[in-house]
Structures are given as structure tokens and as C-alpha cells.
């Protein structure tokens, strides 16, 4: 792995029973950018990310994160690592400021060091005038901020963030984007987003991997992906052209159900 790559995977491979969720994935990401990881429900984005950020082990495969091996050496993964899943990972019960609290206390962040955290972390995020309201009054979009501003609080080198805007409006979209290219340009900070949006991805990511059926079908810049269909061609098009169909197209119920699930959460 050379000095700039950050995640780096060979082969990475993931089954369920006889279903190949991800086939022999191989890929770097560079340090420092925002990469994309693009294909239609059911594509296998969220199983990479969850054998990335250690949470489901490979079936085959390696993939290592600042030369940390996933699998071996999970927990030095863990510690260099933020993931906010689409699932809720804040507590509507407790306020904004609680709810960071918590965190700093799961990540061993130094009592001395806390508070300077957290109200750090809400600046950052827009989020210091809400922090003493509880969580369940939120927005769909400040319950996202919060929860990026969750898993930023160690200061980790790579976050990870599974479909980050599903079921917000276009302008909370638009707030989240920001905030995302933000930390990414004032830290430093290697972002790896899951989407299944394709204005977003072009929006946010320097690179993207468009996956199909659980294999790397392309991987380059937005600009690169689009020139390879044709001068006129949209991130639209060169999506269907390598997946077979357009971004909207259904998924599996159980990821469709998911997504409803997490629309309905954040609405």
C-alpha cells in the first residue's frame, strides 16, 4: 500500500448462504478525499461499509484502513474510525448535548477534554442552539448533522456514512452536503459515502466506484465516469450504462424497506 492510500481491499468478498453480497472487491481510496460507493439498492454498499468499519467479517478477501488490517487487527480499525449508519444512532430521549456526552464517554475522550468537544463539535455542525432540546424535537436534517457530529468527536481519519441524506428534504440535503465538504476540507478528513444519488455523488465525491450486483463495474472521477459515455453524457447515464438500469430503479424489499425505515425516521 503506498503512502497516500488509506483503504485499501483485495479480493474482498462477502456471502450470505449461496448469495454473493460483494465479490472480490479491489480498491484504494486516497487520503483525504471524499469517495462514493454508487449502485442501486441491493448493490452491496452497506455490506462494504460493514466489513470495513469491522462490524460483519469478510467470506474471503482482505481490506485494510491506514495499514490496519479489518479482521486482525479490528480494534486499531475502530479507533481511527467514525460510521454513522442510516440506522438511528441518536437518542430522541436525550438532548443534543446528552447525546454527545455518551459518545465522548464510548470513545475514551478525556474528561478534562469533554466539554471543549462537544460544544466544539456543535459549533461545527450549527448545532449550539439546539443542543439543550431533546433530540426527538429535531429535524430530519440536524438529527444527521448531530450524528456526523457524533462520530467525529475522536477525530477520526476516515468516516464512513451510509446513504447520509436518504429521506431529507432538498434543502437539508443541501446543509448536509455542505457540512460534509467542510469537514473534509478544514481536517482533512477521508470521507467514504454510500449513495444511491447521483446528484449527490457528483456533488460531494472526488471519486466513485459504481457497484452492480456486488462487483466493482467502474471506479473513477465524476468527469472520467461521464467522458466514457459520450460528450454530452450526465452521471445519470453512465450509471445506467454500467449497472443496466437507472438509479431509481427498485431494489429488494428488504432494502426498500430499509430505506422507507429510515425516510420515515428522518421526515
Same mark, same amino acid.
Given at each position: 500500500?503506498?503512502?497516500?492510500?488509506?483503504?485499501?481491499?483485495? !479480493?474482498?468478498?462477502?456471502?450470505?448462504?449461496?448469495?454473493?453480497?460483494?465479490?472480490?472487491?479491489?480498491?484504494?481510496?486516497?487520503? $483525504?478525499?471524499?469517495? $462514493?460507493?454508487?449502485?442501486?439498492? $441491493?448493490?452491496?454498499?452497506?455490506?462494504?461499509? =460493514?466489513?470495513?468499519?469491522?462490524?460483519?467479517?469478510?467470506?474471503?478477501?482482505?481490506?485494510?484502513?491506514?495499514?490496519?488490517?479489518?479482521?486482525?487487527?479490528?480494534?486499531?480499525?475502530?479507533?481511527?474510525?467514525?460510521?454513522?449508519?442510516?440506522?438511528?444512532?441518536?437518542?430522541?430521549?436525550?438532548?443534543?448535548?446528552?447525546?454527545?456526552?455518551?459518545?465522548?464517554?464510548?470513545?475514551?475522550?478525556?474528561?478534562?477534554?469533554?466539554?471543549?468537544?462537544?460544544?466544539?463539535?456543535?459549533?461545527?455542525?450549527?448545532?449550539?442552539?439546539?443542543?439543550?432540546?431533546?433530540?426527538?424535537?429535531?429535524?430530519? !436534517?440536524?438529527?444527521?448533522?448531530?450524528?456526523?457530529?457524533?462520530?467525529?468527536?475522536?477525530?477520526? =481519519?476516515?468516516?464512513?456514512?451510509?446513504?447520509?441524506?436518504? $429521506?431529507?428534504?432538498?434543502?437539508?440535503?443541501?446543509?448536509?452536503?455542505?457540512?460534509?465538504?467542510?469537514?473534509?476540507?478544514?481536517?482533512?478528513?477521508?470521507?467514504?459515502?454510500?449513495?444511491?444519488?447521483?446528484?449527490?455523488?457528483?456533488?460531494?465525491?472526488?471519486?466513485?466506484?459504481?457497484?452492480?450486483?456486488?462487483?466493482?463495474?467502474?471506479?473513477?472521477?465524476?468527469?472520467?465516469? =461521464?467522458?466514457?459515455?459520450?460528450?454530452?453524457?450526465?452521471?445519470?447515464?453512465?450509471?445506467?450504462?454500467?449497472?443496466?438500469?437507472?438509479?431509481?430503479?427498485?431494489?429488494?424489499?428488504?432494502?426498500?424497506?430499509?430505506?422507507?425505515?429510515?425516510?420515515?425516521?428522518?421526515?
Amino acid at each position: 500500500m503506498t503512502a497516500n492510500i488509506i483503504i485499501s481491499t483485495r !479480493g474482498l468478498t462477502r456471502r450470505f448462504g449461496n448469495v454473493v453480497a460483494v465479490d472480490g472487491l479491489h480498491l484504494d481510496i486516497e487520503a $483525504g478525499e471524499i469517495f $462514493g460507493l454508487v449502485g442501486r439498492n $441491493g448493490a452491496g454498499k452497506t455490506t462494504v461499509i =460493514k466489513m470495513l468499519t469491522t462490524l460483519l467479517p469478510p467470506s474471503a478477501g482482505s481490506a485494510s484502513i491506514a495499514g490496519w488490517d479489518v479482521v486482525s487487527q479490528a480494534s486499531r480499525v475502530r479507533r481511527i474510525i467514525g460510521y454513522v449508519p442510516q440506522a438511528l444512532s441518536a437518542d430522541g430521549e436525550l438532548t443534543g448535548y446528552e447525546n454527545l456526552l455518551v459518545f465522548a464517554r464510548l470513545f475514551d475522550i478525556p474528561r478534562a477534554e469533554r466539554r471543549a468537544r462537544i460544544e466544539g463539535a456543535l459549533r461545527f455542525m450549527d448545532l449550539t442552539e439546539v443542543a439543550p432540546r431533546l433530540v426527538r424535537s429535531y429535524s430530519g !436534517g440536524m438529527i444527521r448533522r448531530l450524528e456526523i457530529a457524533q462520530s467525529t468527536l475522536h477525530r477520526p =481519519k476516515v468516516l464512513f456514512l451510509d446513504e447520509p441524506t436518504v $429521506g431529507l428534504d432538498p434543502l437539508a440535503r443541501h446543509t448536509v452536503w455542505e457540512h460534509i465538504a467542510r469537514l473534509n476540507a478544514e481536517f482533512g478528513t477521508t470521507v467514504v459515502v454510500t449513495t444511491h444519488y447521483m446528484d449527490e455523488a457528483e456533488v460531494l465525491c472526488d471519486h466513485l466506484a459504481i457497484l452492480h450486483q456486488g462487483a466493482l463495474a467502474a471506479v473513477d472521477t465524476p468527469e472520467a465516469l =461521464k467522458a466514457r459515455i459520450g460528450p454530452d453524457a450526465t452521471l445519470d447515464d453512465a450509471f445506467a450504462h454500467f449497472t443496466g438500469g437507472s438509479p431509481e430503479q427498485e431494489g429488494s424489499y428488504a432494502e426498500t424497506s430499509r430505506t422507507r425505515r429510515a425516510a420515515s425516521r428522518l421526515g
